[in-house]
């Protein structure tokens, strides 16, 4: 069998799609089977947007064939529909995914058809901008939801339909429960964070505090609460010293700052926060995100977040960073309460009677 990862991907996607697989079987099911973590990754992503994508780009294929091949060959023409995924969704260079598509078709023993998956992906691009105007003309193929479903939306919310199918294509924001992967949370101490997320998923996680008395907090409240984790005394901004070259799929940053935003919570820091702390936070703070960033996997997300309400320890640092590496793109998202950012979303304090809180979510690209 194949370990091509397009070419898992296809007979994943046609099993989901057209035999009612279940994505969540199909994806624990075929991702031991690659040893790198980065086509694991690929993986997951092409199967999680073929599913979310299907109405949509499963309509553009018939259009670009003479004869469909959804029946004769599901493979082939899941395959297709990943080819049009990659280019559209994921955004992947046109060259790489053509390539890649074209050799996935022989992976999957159909080497005779190799050709027309290339004429296929060719005409899309030559094509792109009329065959996207076909699909955005329909609600379901515009927003990749049944027929019935998107009539349903429109006749019981007529207002906000359009924007409710829109929602519904958006990944949940902090995306922080997550099962079987590797997670590091970086400046833990007291752990109250690191317990949250063993709690509520099936984790592998390593909690990560540079003070050793401050880490042995963690130990207590991970006993009292019966969790395990790994807890290591390191520098979040020097990872040789305590990282064993395996990379994390989630990485959290609750980055030492200003503390600006907790003023109601900590009274004392409006008497001990001076005007140049701040240069010296900032500096910290892009040390420790530029440091941690080559330990997360492709494909991974990593959340940062501060108790400030200054711009220079917030959206500065992440902007920071997204302009000093290519792979790094920020995850749109909204919260209840608050306001977008630049970068990020920042929550003031009075709002919804909170602290005051900033986030940002940053995903590397595959």
């Known amino acids: 069998m194949t370990t091509d990862t397009r070419a898992l991907a296809a007979r994943g996607l046609a099993e989901v799609a057209m035999r009612g697989a279940s994505l969540r079987d199909v994806m624990e099911r075929n991702a031991p089977r690659l040893r790198d ?58 060259y790489a995914a053509v390539a890649a598509t074209v050799e996935a078709a022989r992976a999957l023993q159909r080497p005779q058809l190799a050709g027309l998956v290339n004429a296929v992906l060719r005409r899309w691009q030559r094509e792109r901008e009329t065959l996207l105007a076909k699909l955005d003309a329909k609600p379901q193929t515009r927003h990749a939801h049944p027929a019935w479903l998107a009539a349903a939306l429109t ?18 924001p902090l ?22 997320l063993l709690e509520r998923a099936e984790i592998d996680l390593t909690a990560l505090e540079s003070d050793s008395k401050r880490a042995e907090r963690i130990g207590e409240n991970l006993r009292r609460l ?22 994390f799929d989630r990485i959290l940053i609750d980055a030492p700052c200003s503390a600006t935003g907790v003023l109601r919570r900590r009274p004392d820091v409006r008497l001990h926060r001076r005007e140049s702390d701040i240069a010296s936070m900032h500096e910290q703070q892009r040390r420790i995100l530029s440091a941690l960033w080559p330990l997360l996997a492709p494909g991974g997300r990593l959340v940062y977040i501060t108790c400030s309400v200054l711009r220079e320890e917030n ?21 209840p309460i608050g306001r977008a950012a630049a970068v990020g979303w920042q929550i003031l304090p009075g709002d919804g009677d909170l602290d005051g809180m900033y ?8």
């Open 37 to 94: 973590p980065r086509d694991r990754a690929l993986l997951m992503a092409l199967l999680s947007e073929g599913a979310r994508w299907w109405l949509r780009f499963d309509a553009a294929i018939d259009g670009l064939l003479e004869k469909s091949l959804r029946h004769k060959d599901p493979a082939i023409h899941a395959l297709l529909v990943l080819g049009l995924i990659q280019l559209e969704v994921l955004q992947l260079q046109d």
């Open 155 to 172: 006749r019981d919310w007529p207002a906000e339909a359009d924007a409710v199918m829109t929602a519904d294509n958006r990944e949940p």
């Open 359 to 366: 986030y940002a979510v940053l995903q590397k690209r595959l």
């Open 315 to 335: 959206e500065a640092i992440v902007g920071e960073l997204l302009a000093a590496q290519a792979d790094a793109q920020a995850v749109a998202f909204t919260l």
């Open 226 to 247: 019966r969790l395990n984790a790994k807890v290591v005394i390191g520098d979040a901004g020097a990872p040789a010293g305590w990282w064993k070259r395996q990379p």
């Open 175 to 196: 995306m922080l429960r997550v099962n079987g992967l590797r997670v590091l949370d970086a400046c833990a101490a007291p752990g109250g964070k690191a317990c949250h």
